[in-house]
């Protein structure tokens, strides 16, 4: 019998809410509140018309909205250069090795299609999973996608928010199990439909756990 895990990045292997609070932090820094709070109104203003988070768009309108800005250069490496790498939760690689002796893991993300990709190959994600990687803007949206891809008996999904849970769930029924990590400010949102099968507080208990 076959087993594919489908993980979540932000919030589940990655603590994601970190990484844009030092962001935010560096960004202040270098062209004040002012502007900062622009800047995080125009990222706003993108996932609004967008539906998912899209730095390399706010960017542009950044630039855009303040062409004098003499550090713009600076706040574009302040927001592409982040080492993701040191936001990994906790042996969340572990989780990951561990997953490959049971089955195959693969990461299910949400986001834009420059950054988000970008964002998983520098946190070492890409390596670890071997290249199964896949990354749409609303991934609950592509699950007959993902398991033409990701043929298996079995499925288990890994992810932070028990709503996108909830819907796997009900499209996958009695062939998947669904995890939910309580990590991040999504953790404790309630979400309508079927609740998870396991809750764990960290991604590391994972591997206390047989899958
Ligand atoms: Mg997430």
Known sequence: MTSVFLIDVDNTLLDNDRAKADVAQAIGA???????????SLYEEVRDECGVVDYPETLRRFRRAFPDEKRLSEVDRAVLDVPFERYLYPR?????????????????????????PMKIARAGLLLALRGNVVVYEHKEDHLAEVQRRFPADRYAHIDDKAELLAL???????????????QGRYADEAAGGAPPDIVVDRIADLLALDL
């Open 92 to 116: 969340a690689l572990d989780v990951i090795a561990r997953l490959w002796q049971r089955g195959e893991p693969a990461i299910l993300s949400d986001g834009d299609r420059v950054y988000q």
């Open 168 to 182: 796997t769930k009900a499209s996958l029924g009695a062939r998947v199990t669904t995890v939910h990590v309580r």
């Open 30 to 40: 270098l062209v004040g509140p002012d502007r900062a709070s622009r800047f995080w």
